[in-house]
Every structure is written in structure tokens, then in C-alpha cells.
């Protein structure tokens, strides 16, 4: 198998096997990520991914599921990825789901007639790295995008009957603008019909752009206490009909398969639960401070 590191998989896809079509992220200019900083983007040859499906059918001939691999493998033009997916049916006979990865902005190029084809190859769902729904943020980290953006692109997967996650990243926005940033994701996600809404959280990683702010005095990141505080604003104001991960909240039990029915409970145990000292333990140990 041909892969380049780092590999990344989405940790809640019962998904396997993971095939590489592309390498690196089309972006890679996100302030406060370096997973694909030295990957430069590209897109693999034909024949490589033919080979590593080839290796795939001789140890999962009747695999039922397969994950895109890199970071936006959906970065593709529709052309290519109509060839990638015929030819992991030619292989993989089997495969009834595929996943990926993906940005929101992997989607402007694609009518919803295109994306309805892929549907039909096979495209279940996607997972789209949004972070936030508030211009300033979304300027701030360098996303590349703007808010109308993201339930531009959704109407489209919801036309072409792809399902898909939001990711939101608690504390991007520092502490200034984060009652912002919680609010104006919530109207944004609502305006969206997303089967799972994904909340992470900031970790200043060592190399990123954010944490030599944050050093300079020039990003003022939350405490744990304030990253409680702000994913309570976004739940209070998140109204969407979804199921709710919470991850990198390791001292809480948030995620839950219905948002709507479950959010009263897990508003008031946002904060309440919330092992404070836990949760700075764990940063600590990722982060660059």
C-alpha cells in the first residue's frame, strides 16, 4: 500500500479499508495546524491506486466500506473521482459506502447533478472540517473561506442525498470573539441539515502560526473553563436535528445519537461536569505551552 505520512482516518467511520488518492491537504494554510505542513498536495497516479486496490482485493476481496484518504481527497475534479470510484467497484465488487474527509470548498466545482453521480458510486458521507461560522474567525485562522460558504455547499450534499458532518473547533477565536464565534456557528450549522455535528478543541501545537501568537501576547487563548462556557453557548443556540460528538472533552459524556431530544441534560452538564483540571492535564501534554 502506497500512504503518506502522516495518515489521518476519522475516528468514528467503522470504515476500513483506507485508500490514498491524494496527498497532503489543497489548502495547508490553516494557522493552527502543521499535519500536512510538509506534504506538498498532489494527486496519486492511476496506476497506484489501481495497485493498492489490486493489494486491497487479494486481503478484503468482500470489503463493504472504504475511506478516501488525504486530507480533501474530494479536492478531485468530479472526472477523476467518477474514475477512482469505478475502479474501486472493479476491484472491491463489494463496497456499498465511501467516506472522506473533506473541505466545504472541495464542492464549488461540483454541480449537484455531478454530486448526485457520486451518490450513486457510492459517496455516503463526508466529514467537513468547518471550524466556525464566523467570518472573523474564519479570516483570523486563514480557512480560506467565508460563512455563506458552508450552507451554500450543503445544499448541494443535501440535494444529491450525501450525508455529512460539521465540525466545529472550540476556542479558534480566542477569548475576544468568542461569543461570536459559538453563536454565529450555531446559525450557520442550523441553516444546514448535517447528520452529526463534531465539536474538537484548540491545541496550540508546536510550529503553528497560532501558538507563536499566542507567545507574542497576540492570541489570547480560552481556559478550559471558558471552552465549557463557549460549547454551551453553541448547544444553547444549535437548534438542527443531529447527533452531537463531543471530542477532546474527555471529561464529559456529551455525544449523544439525538441533539434535540438530549439537549436540556447536556446543557446543564456542560459546565457542571466538566473536570476542569482533567481537561488543562491533557492540553498540556499536546500543546506548545
Keep these: 500500500m502506497h500512504f503518506t505520512e502522516p495518515v489521518y482516518r476519522h475516528p468514528y467511520w467503522p470504515t476500513w479499508p483506507l ?3 491524494t496527498q497532503g491537504c489543497s489548502h495547508n494554510r490553516c ?3 502543521t499535519m500536512y505542513r510538509d506534504v506538498r498536495f498532489g494527486v496519486k497516479p492511476m496506476e497506484v491506486i489501481e495497485s493498492d486496490l489490486a493489494e486491497i ?3 478484503m476481496p468482500r470489503a463493504k466500506t472504504i475511506q478516501l484518504l488525504s486530507g480533501d481527497p474530494l479536492a478531485l475534479p468530479y472526472s477523476k473521482l467518477v474514475q477512482v470510484m469505478e475502479n474501486i467497484h472493479e476491484y472491491l465488487p463489494d463496497i ?24 450513486e458510486l457510492g459517496l ?3 466529514s467537513l472540517g468547518i471550524e466556525s461560522g464566523n467570518d472573523w474567525t474564519l479570516d483570523r485562522v486563514n480557512k480560506g473561506y467565508l460563512a455563506k460558504d458552508v ?10 442525498g450525501i ?7 472550540n476556542g479558534i477565536a480566542g477569548h475576544e470573539h468568542s461569543h461570536n464565534h459559538a453563536v454565529h456557528t450555531a446559525d450557520v450549522f442550523n441553516r444546514c441539515n448535517p447528520s452529526t455535528v463534531y465539536v474538537t478543541s484548540l491545541a496550540l501545537f508546536p510550529g503553528t502560526p497560532l501558538l507563536a501568537d499566542a507567545e507574542h501576547g497576540e492570541f489570547d487563548p480560552l481556559s478550559e473553563k471558558s471552552l465549557l462556557v463557549e460549547l454551551r453557548t453553541l448547544l444553547e443556540h444549535l437548534d438542527t436535528d443531529c447527533a452531537l460528538v463531543t471530542h477532546h472533552t474527555a471529561s ?18 456542560t459546565i457542571e461536569n466538566g473536570n476542569i483540571e482533567l481537561l488543562t492535564l491533557k492540553r498540556s501534554l499536546k500543546t506548545g505551552l
Excluded: G
Design 31 to 33: 494557522e493552527f495546524c
Design 124 to 126: 455516503e458521507e463526508v
Design 57 to 59: 482485493a487479494q486481503d
Design 151 to 160: 450552507p451554500e455547499q450543503c445544499a448541494k450534499l443535501d440535494e444529491a
Design 19 to 21: 485508500i490514498e488518492i
Design 96 to 119: 456499498e459506502r465511501i467516506y472522506a474527509v473533506c473541505r466545504v470548498d472541495n464542492f464549488r466545482n461540483k454541480t449537484v447533478d455531478e454530486l448526485m453521480s457520486l451518490h
Design 163 to 169: 450525508k455529512y458532518w460539521l465540525t466545529f473547533m
Design 252 to 269: 464529559l459524556n456529551l455525544s449523544t445519537p439525538d441533539f434535540l431530544r438530549d439537549k436540556e441534560r447536556i446543557l446543564d452538564e
